[in-house]
């Protein structure tokens, strides 16, 4: 952490960050491939090959979009997820490092490249809303950039970007982070693996636990 900026407001990612949930999507995208007869993936696989925006890994995994198009793909899985939406459980520390931060003083919000809709009715249902000051989706399904939608936030809040501090765990966050000329730190047990984070020269961390001390 650079502690001539000290960390005033917490940005955080939802899936993969918050919430443990890349084996939902290794679930789900396994079934879409079967159905197109396309080599099956793992965990480890996943976290090797995702990235933003999703269309370039769906088309990493073989997908054909002359033969269908990445929207129709697309609205499919998440129907699919809708079903599954509350099968995954927030990583163990996530409650006690959203209480300790509020605790602490720090205002907290949340950016993802969920639909709006879906975010904000999963933050209901794991009870955490009153943590956040926004929560703030993409308005489609289709997961593509989170840099507009932090941006906007970024400017509507009164502080300056570098005494933010972004937790996510893919390198699209770091981008985001750096484009923002934010803060950021990385958690090695979401949707990345670790290995690849490591690329990007940021932050990391294994266990939500240590955010506590990098920000006190």
Same mark, same amino acid.
Request: charged share 20%; net charge positive; glycine share 4%.
């Given at each position: 952490?650079?502690?001539?900026?000290?960390? &005033?407001? !917490?940005?955080?990612?939802?899936?993969?960050? #918050? @919430? *443990? $949930?890349?084996?939902?999507?290794?679930?789900?995208?396994?079934?879409?491939?079967?159905?197109?007869?396309?080599?099956?993936?793992?965990?480890?696989?996943?976290?090797?090959?995702?990235?933003?925006?999703?269309?370039?890994?769906?088309?990493?995994?073989?997908?054909?979009?002359?033969?269908?198009?990445?929207?129709?793909?697309?609205?499919?899985?998440?129907?699919?997820?809708?079903?599954?939406?509350?099968?995954?459980?927030?990583?163990?520390?996530?409650?006690?490092?959203?209480?300790?931060?509020?605790?602490?003083?720090?205002? &907290?919000? !949340?950016?993802?490249?969920?639909?709006?809709? #879906? @975010? *904000? $009715?999963?933050?209901?249902?794991?009870?955490?809303?009153?943590?956040?000051?926004?929560?703030?989706?993409?308005?489609?399904?289709?997961?593509?950039?989170?840099?507009?939608?932090?941006?906007?936030?970024?400017?509507?809040?009164?502080?300056?970007?570098?005494?933010?501090?972004?937790?996510?765990?893919?390198?699209?966050?770091?981008?985001?982070?750096?484009?923002?000329?934010?803060?950021?730190?990385?958690?090695?047990?979401?949707?990345?693996?670790?290995?690849?984070?490591?690329?990007?020269?940021?932050?990391?961390?294994?266990?939500?636990?240590?955010?506590?001390?990098?920000?006190?």
């Amino acid at each position: 952490m650079n502690h001539s900026n000290p960390i &005033q407001y !917490i940005v955080w990612d939802w899936n993969g960050t #918050l @919430l *443990n $949930d890349a084996w939902v999507f290794v679930h789900l995208m396994n079934k879409e491939l079967e159905q197109r007869k396309l080599p099956i993936i793992n965990i480890k696989k996943y976290r090797e090959n995702f990235v933003f925006p999703v269309k370039e890994y769906y088309k990493h995994l073989g997908f054909n979009f002359n033969k269908e198009p990445f929207e129709k793909i697309g609205l499919d899985f998440m129907k699919k997820y809708k079903e599954f939406k509350y099968k995954a459980s927030l990583f163990d520390e996530s409650l006690l490092v959203l209480k300790k931060i509020q605790t602490l003083g720090f205002p &907290q919000s !949340i950016i993802s490249a969920s639909h709006n809709v #879906l @975010l *904000n $009715d999963m933050i209901n249902h794991y009870g955490i809303k009153h943590y956040f000051e926004k929560i703030i989706g993409l308005n489609h399904f289709f997961a593509t950039s989170k840099i507009e939608l932090a941006k906007n936030l970024c400017e509507t809040i009164k502080y300056n970007n570098q005494n933010i501090l972004f937790i996510g765990d893919t390198i699209h966050d770091f981008e985001i982070a750096t484009t923002l000329g934010a803060q950021c730190v990385l958690f090695s047990k979401g949707h990345c693996s670790r290995q690849r984070l490591q690329n990007t020269n940021g932050k990391i961390i294994n266990n939500l636990n240590q955010i506590i001390n990098l920000i006190n």
